[in-house]
């Protein structure tokens, strides 16, 4: 990829000999990965309309989907990406792109068979059934629930990259 490519060439040093401040840089990644947040979700919105409008005009057995609920699954699909993003960037930016991948993977799957652990043991068992049916009616309330909780966890992320990266030896 590009990024393993920018960091088999001395990317990483040649930035940090720039006249920009660690700061700056991962202010900048961060910003750049939210507006191509923001970009998706606008793309997603436009991808739904037009799927609507082809796909019903093709069949009339499709049923179209309102346009609230298509943004609201754009946002909270972009915002499920940005929190996985959040949980990833702290580990690239400390072990690089290749160890950061790896290591990544292995933080993430421990956290989610620990999730899965908790809610199997912990919860009652129609949980899963009665969390759907109040996404289906709160879907508004979700998707704000959603999107707070995501731009929670890319600040924190944000923060702890920063930390990183400013104690890091180039």
């Known amino acids: 990829t590009f990024a393993s490519a920018d960091a088999a060439n001395g990317w990483g040093r040649f930035r940090a000999a720039l006249p920009v401040s660690r700061r700056d840089i991962i202010a900048g990644r961060y910003t750049m990965l939210l507006l191509i947040s923001i970009a998706t979700i606008v793309a997603c919105i ?16 499709f049923e179209c989907l309102p346009a609230i609920e298509i943004a609201g699954i754009c946002v ?34 421990v956290c989610a068979f620990a999730l899965i ?16 049916q109040w996404m289906d009616e709160n879907i508004g309330l979700f998707v704000i629930i959603c999107t707070a909780v995501a731009l929670t966890a890319y600040a924190i992320s944000g923060v702890i990259s920063l930390r990183i990266y400013q104690r890091k030896d180039l």
């Open 46 to 61: 436009a991808l739904g309309a037009l799927t609507n409008f082809l796909a019903g005009s093709v069949s009339a057995d």
């Open 76 to 109: 909270v699909t972009t915002a499920v990406m940005l929190i996985i993003v959040a949980f990833v960037q702290p580990f690239l930016i400390k072990f690089g792109n290749v160890a950061g991948v790896r290591y990544a993977m292995i933080a993430f799957f």
């Open 117 to 132: 652990g908790c809610i199997n043991y912990l919860a009652p068992s129609d949980f899963l059934a009665t969390a759907g």
